[in-house]
């Protein structure tokens, strides 16, 4: 009955406090709605979710993409007809794996591209959730350049940089982020591995490589490395939940004295959201322009063949 009686209360407050706010246009009448929207736990997500995540629903085929990159099978139909790539000339027989896995370099271009997409969504998001982090692009991210020896036995890892640099100016600290994503078609869903163990797995291998490289530079070095590892299809490692989570609640802990403050909950859902919906708009859209630029390819040599074999029975 007591507990009934508070909840009673509760609502009443929460309905007098909502019937005083102002109702005008533009900001007061926002400000209102989000208030409302995330006035219990898990609501009203879509209202505070980042700009860059507003129009987060994929169209029917980019949204075939992530989910084939999950189960761990091709996104499409086999062609009907031989079909080569159209960087390095192999005759495809699965659409998705060729796309994430040719060794060409015309491919190796088209990945690089894809990387650094992935890189921009992050290093705005930092600057999103903390106007104090500076955060810089990969050639202010030479782990030489901040005081890491290299290994002598790999002379190479010298021009080794990261994809990013972050100073934070309230506490002074700058460490550098290394951003990657894992998993070809046929991995994601073969042997039983659940969303993010891939990436868990491409973490740990590039910590190592860090470390083969520059000992003793890692996670608890100074400056300190942080890989972020992500799956095409829009899972992140443990350690990338466990690192947005801690920049969220710091971001959270500033906006607590707010009028209306964000619930913790709905900032991390945002968060983990326009991670997710990044990576599966990025790699569907890679996978897509893939596939039409092979089969426009295949169409001109079947013209091309159809015009030859007309000339020869002139």
Known sequence: MQGKFAIHLSELASKRFRESMPTGEGEPNARKRGFISGASKEAGAGIHASRRSLQCRLPDDEHRVPCALRLGVDAFPPPPAAVKCPDCGQILGDWTAHALACSSIEAQSERTTLHTANDVVVRALLRDLNPELVVTGSNDAYPADLGMRHN???????????????????????????????????????????????????????????????????????????????????????????????????????????????????????????????MRRLNASRILQFRRRALEGAQRVRIAGQGVEGLAGV
């Open 152 to 278: 002598d036995l790999i002379p190479e890892a010298l021009n080794h940089r990261a994809d990013a640099r972050v100073y934070d100016a309230r506490s002074g600290t700058t460490y550098l982020i290394d951003f990657t994503f894992t998993n070809s078609a046929r991995l994601s869903g073969k042997n039983g591995a659940a969303p993010g163990g891939h990436a868990d797995e491409a973490e740990a291998a590039k910590y190592a490589q860090y470390n083969r490289e520059f000992p003793g530079f890692g996670a608890d070095s100074s400056p300190a490395l942080v890989v972020l590892s992500g799956e095409r299809h829009g899972s992140i490692s443990k350690g990338s939940r466990d690192y947005w989570d801690a920049v969220v609640k710091d971001a959270h802990g500033r906006q607590a004295t707010q009028e209306f403050p964000v619930p913790l909950s709905v900032m991390i859902r945002r968060v983990r959201q326009t991670l997710a919906v990044a």
